[in-house]
């Protein structure tokens, strides 16, 4: 039995709410339980993502020329198109524990004067493996004036 | 099991030079493989001989596990592409 329903319980003996309120609580508590359980078993059979992609592409007022001077000429920002195997950065964040303990602690000074007070030690596997997994339900859109950015994972 | 890269496609263009080149990465590969072995086995004496006069507590294991912590990355390159242009060039990076 879980905790509302314990506290449900609680306060129909203390004569606090009525039998039939109890009875409505109880069966909306079951229907979230429920749903929280759906959730749970649809986020363990997604997949992980494969690659993370960073995309920028400039709004088209922004671009200059044409193909067959040789290369489009972008004003401000450029064009970019990265695809990242997962794989690549889970390999990428295990080489940390080749970080000799002198340097680790000069990283952490460095991330902390940029204003990120992270210690690299902390950095587990398990950490890694979360959020990768996060990384499928991550997608930044940033859509301004002169480029559109996308970073998601697929 | 996972392999290293069979094949790299590299373009790059600007506005004096201009290339674009497929690189058989599995014929590559092993002809740089022999010529570390070979180059390594040479130098290492004299890289013993540095460890011993620059050795520092904790160095050990970056030194040992550095090259396989590498080559392992280098399985997980397949799929990896770069594409960036901007008004100065063009550059392109693509493992298969």
């Known amino acids: ?154 | 099991m996972k392999w290293p890269p069979y094949l790299l496609k590299i373009r790059f263009r600007n506005s004096h030079h201009s290339f674009a080149i497929w690189l058989p990465l599995f014929l590559i590969g092993p002809i740089v493989l022999v010529l570390s072995l070979a180059v390594f086995l040479i130098l290492l004496p004299f890289a013993l001989l540095a460890m011993l006069f620059t050795w520092r507590p904790g160095w050990w294991r970056p030194l040992l596990f550095s090259i396989p912590s590498f080559l392992r990355l280098l399985c997980f390159c397949p799929g990896l592409k770069v594409d960036v242009e901007n008004k100065a060039g063009h550059v392109y990076l693509a493992f298969f």
């Open chain 1, 1 to 154: 039995m879980g905790e509302n329903q314990k506290r449900i319980l609680q306060m129909l003996a203390e004569g606090k709410i009525s039998a039939e309120e109890a009875s409505r609580l109880l069966s909306l508590v079951g229907e979230e339980t429920n749903r929280g359980d759906d959730e749970g078993a649809m986020k363990k059979d997604k997949p992980s993502p494969k690659y993370l992609y960073v995309r920028v592409e400039p709004k088209e007022g922004q671009r200059h020329g044409s193909a067959h001077e040789g290369f489009h000429s972008l004003a401000k920002h450029g064009r970019v198109n990265i695809r990242i195997p997962v794989g690549l950065i889970r390999a990428g964040m295990k080489l940390k524990a080749l970080i000799p303990p002198g340097v680790a602690d000069d990283v952490n000074k460095a991330l902390k004067e940029k204003g990120m007070s992270f210690d690299i030690h902390n950095l587990k596997d398990e950490y890694v493996d979360e959020l990768i997994r996060a990384l499928s339900e991550t997608e930044i859109n940033v859509d301004s004036e002169e480029a559109e950015v996308r970073v998601y994972a697929e």
